[in-house]
């Protein structure tokens, strides 16, 4: 069953590229989110262990979001914790301090104590790989559709490969994989 | 004149701590905001030139669900398989 999916996969590169696209429009989406924390947010300083830094943080009042989505940052509390030494985030988590409303309440909402938690870290040396995503939000969009986003990924057990690798060669290290098992 | 100079000594044992917190929390605040902004804006570059790929072990939980996979980049796509 695994090497059957392994080799639709092989076949099918259209869905491939449509993968790809919807990661890159992630990692895009994810850019843009991250530059706005700056100056959505207002840090004060928490724990230290090591190298690595924690900040509070909580709404900027002066942030004026222009974005439905940069809207969350008006109501988000949390933590980071920072790799000083690296100048690289760790870590990222927090949580809806108050209900958030789209359009007045018409477009939607996301509930008050909704979370988020993400994770990195150095894989390998100067290479750093999310390890963690942990959602958990509720709201409702459009006056009836329920919207509940409770997703949780763990990626672990990371190794390098070349960076040309080809879809055929893919799945043959996959199959080996498999073969090993 | 010693008088003069004993006030000024207690004014300042007790005026300098104040007034230095006070300046040292505006600074940890300054700090703190400063160095949130180098942080993030050096993790948005790293990421944006980072182009490596790798091969994974990914576990997801959606809706209930619980999958496995190992899962192997490509500049074409992810290939995965369950686990």
């Not at chain 2, 959606?62 to 686990?83: C, F, I, M």
């Amino acid at each position: 069953m695994a090497d059957e999916q392994i080799r639709r996969q092989e076949r099918d590169p259209s869905a491939l590229r449509k993968s790809l696209k919807q990661q890159t429009d992630d990692a895009a989406h994810s850019q843009r989110l991250l530059k706005l924390l700056p100056d959505a947010l207002l840090f004060r300083f928490g724990e230290r262990r090591g190298g690595a830094v924690q900040l509070h943080f909580t709404p900027n009042p002066h942030f004026r979001p222009t974005t439905r989505e940069a809207r969350v940052f008006q109501a988000m509390e949390g933590d980071l914790w920072l790799d000083t030494k690296q100048s690289r985030l760790m870590e990222i988590d927090g949580h809806l301090t108050r209900e958030v409303k789209f359009g007045g309440g018409v477009l939607g909402h996301l509930n008050a104590g909704g979370r988020f938690h993400v994770k990195q870290m150095e894989v390998a040396h100067g290479f750093w790989e999310l390890t963690l995503l942990n959602v958990n939000m509720r709201g409702k969009a459009l006056f009836f559709k329920t919207i509940g986003v409770q997703q949780k990924l763990q990626r672990s057990d990371f190794h390098q490969i070349s960076d040309d690798l080809s879809v055929a060669q893919a799945a043959n290290l996959l199959r080996k994989q498999l073969a090993s098992r | 004149m010693v008088t003069n100079t004993i006030a000024i000594a207690i004014s300042l044992l007790f005026l300098f701590p104040v007034s230095s917190l006070s300046q040292d929390s505006g600074h940890s605040d300054k700090n703190a905001n400063e160095l949130a902004r180098s942080i993030l804006q050096n993790e948005v570059k790293a990421e944006a030139n980072d182009h490596s790929h790798w091969m994974f072990r990914l576990h997801a939980e959606k809706s209930g669900r619980s999958e496995a996979y190992e899962v192997v980049e490509t500049k074409n796509g992810d290939l995965k398989r369950p686990t």
